[in-house]
């Protein structure tokens, strides 16, 4: 199914694209179908796609579909929609995605502090693991206070170059 904004495209060129961008992202830590459902929908002009299309576009099964959408989902890189007057769901990617997906780390990163700083009152702030361990935490304290930052003039930027989103 090829979505008419996309007709005039090289369908050779957007599947190199797509094979291309999910295997960096495979390199990254994500799981390989994710990365190529992901890198499909970012390809397409709508950025949202219906599981048959992206089974057809990938070759792959609607299992595998659902599982990708799944994990996406639970990143924040995907949301689900219905389609207007029927039971299908779309699956959408956003322009702000990642964004999302990195302002949703927040969470990670304070669970991560939590236990952190248990470890070094366990494990005693003088003895060498603990302070190994306090600089781990002192990493995280230190990115979580820069993401913020870094998060405000992104948006700043986005809306500078491409308009309110």
């Given at each position: 199914m090829t979505e008419p904004s996309e007709a005039g495209r090289d369908p050779e060129a957007v599947s190199k694209f797509v094979e291309s961008f999910a295997a960096q992202l495979v390199e990254a830590g994500m799981q390989r179908m994710a990365?190529?459902?992901?890198?499909a929908l970012l390809a397409s002009d709508s950025g949202a796609m219906t599981s048959a299309e992206?089974?057809?576009?990938?070759?792959?099964?609607?299992?595998?579909?659902?599982g990708a959408v799944r994990y996406l989902a639970q990143q924040h890189m995907v949301s689900r929609e219905?389609?207007?007057?029927?039971?299908?769901?779309?699956?959408?990617?956003?322009?702000?995605?990642?964004?999302?997906?990195?302002?949703?780390?927040?969470?990670?990163?304070k669970r991560w502090e939590?236990?952190?700083?248990?470890?070094?009152?366990?494990l005693g702030p003088e003895s060498p693991a603990g302070r190994r361990i306090a600089e781990t935490l002192a990493f995280f304290e230190f990115m979580?206070?820069?993401?913020i930052k870094?998060?405000?003039?992104?948006?700043?930027?986005?809306?500078?170059?491409?308009g309110a989103g």
């Amino acid at each position: 199914m090829t979505e008419p904004s996309e007709a005039g495209r090289d369908p050779e060129a957007v599947s190199k694209f797509v094979e291309s961008f999910a295997a960096q992202l495979v390199e990254a830590g994500m799981q390989r179908m994710a990365a190529r459902v992901f890198a499909a929908l970012l390809a397409s002009d709508s950025g949202a796609m219906t599981s048959a299309e992206l089974g057809e576009r990938l070759q792959i099964s609607p299992a595998a579909v659902s599982g990708a959408v799944r994990y996406l989902a639970q990143q924040h890189m995907v949301s689900r929609e219905r389609e207007p007057g029927s039971r299908r769901e779309r699956y959408r990617v956003h322009s702000n995605q990642w964004y999302e997906a990195v302002s949703n780390r927040d969470a990670v990163l304070k669970r991560w502090e939590y236990t952190l700083r248990e470890g070094v009152d366990g494990l005693g702030p003088e003895s060498p693991a603990g302070r190994r361990i306090a600089e781990t935490l002192a990493f995280f304290e230190f990115m979580e206070g820069e993401l913020i930052k870094m998060m405000e003039r992104w948006r700043i930027h986005r809306e500078e170059r491409f308009g309110a989103g």
